[in-house]
C-alpha cells in the first residue's frame, strides 16, 4: 500500500498569517497521463471531511484561493494564505491513484 | 443541492453483520462514482470501496472478504454490508460522491460492543 506521511502533526497559527502542510508519498503519485492524484481535505470540528484540492493542484469548488496545492511526484504542500478562524480542524492528504486509496495521519491546525 | 445522508444501526454485536444505506439527492447515482470511507480511532481515515457509475465494484483488500457495496438506482441510495464485525471495526462511517469525494454524509456512528 502507498503510504502518506503528514508533517507536521500541528501548527499554530496566527490569524492572517500564513501555513503550510506537507505530505509525501512512499511512491510517485504522478500516473502516465500526466495526473498527480493527490488530494487534500478538511475536517473542521465534529464535521465530515471536505474536498479542498484535487489532482494536486486544483481548487474544488467553493473552496477560497486562499488555498494551494503544490508538489513534486511524491512530496506535496497545502499552502493557506491569511488563515481565518474557519479555517481550523484536521487536514488530510490522500492518494487515489492505487487501490487501495489511502491518506496521511492528519495534521491538525489552530489559531494562537 | 447535492445531499448524501447515511443511516445505520448505532450499536452492533461482534460477529453480526454492519449495514448501512446511503441515501442520496441532487445527482443521479448512474452518473458519480459512490464510494464508502470510514474512520476509526486506530487507523485514521480507510477508504473502503466503491461503487461505479455503471454498478460494478471495487473493494479494500483489507475488507474484501467481508465488505458488500451495492446500490437501488431507483431509490437513490446506496449499501455498505460488512460481515464478520470486531471491536475494531468500531467507528464513524462515510458515503461520499465520485473518486475525490467532493461531497459527504454526516457520517454514522458504529459501536461494535457486545
Known amino acids: 500500500d502507498i503510504v502518506m506521511t503528514q508533517a507536521p502533526l500541528s501548527v499554530s497559527v496566527t490569524p492572517g498569517e500564513s501555513a503550510s502542510i506537507s505530505c509525501r508519498s512512499s511512491?510517485?503519485?504522478?500516473?502516465?497521463?500526466?495526473?498527480?492524484?493527490v488530494y487534500w481535505y478538511l475536517q473542521k470540528p465534529g464535521k465530515s471531511p471536505q474536498l479542498l484540492i484535487y489532482?494536486?493542484?486544483n481548487l474544488a469548488s467553493g473552496v477560497p484561493d486562499r488555498f494551494s496545492g503544490s508538489g513534486s511526484e511524491t512530496d506535496f504542500t497545502l499552502k493557506i494564505s491569511r488563515v481565518e478562524a474557519e479555517d481550523v480542524g484536521i487536514y488530510y492528504c490522500g492518494q487515489l491513484l492505487e487501490n487501495p486509496w489511502t491518506f496521511g495521519g492528519g495534521t491538525k491546525l489552530e489559531l494562537k | 443541492q447535492v445531499q448524501l445522508k447515511e443511516t445505520g444501526p448505532g450499536l452492533v454485536q461482534p460477529t453480526q453483520t454492519l449495514s448501512i444505506t446511503c441515501t442520496v439527492s441532487?445527482?443521479?447515482?448512474?452518473?458519480?462514482?459512490m464510494q464508502w470511507v470510514r474512520q476509526t480511532p486506530g487507523k485514521g481515515l480507510e477508504w473502503m470501496g466503491f461503487i461505479r457509475s455503471g454498478g460494478s465494484t471495487e473493494y479494500n483488500s483489507e475488507f474484501k472478504s467481508r465488505l458488500s457495496i451495492s446500490r437501488d438506482t431507483s431509490k437513490n441510495q446506496v449499501f455498505l454490508k460488512m460481515n464478520s464485525l470486531k471491536t475494531e471495526d468500531t467507528g464513524v462511517y462515510y458515503c461520499?460522491?465520485?473518486?475525490?469525494?467532493?461531497?459527504w454524509g454526516q457520517g454514522v456512528m458504529v459501536t461494535v460492543s457486545s
Open positions: 441532487g445527482f443521479s447515482l448512474t452518473s458519480y462514482y
Open positions: 489532482r494536486m493542484s
Open positions: 461520499a460522491r465520485d473518486r475525490a469525494g467532493d461531497y
Open positions: 511512491k510517485s503519485l504522478l500516473h502516465s497521463n500526466g495526473i498527480t492524484y
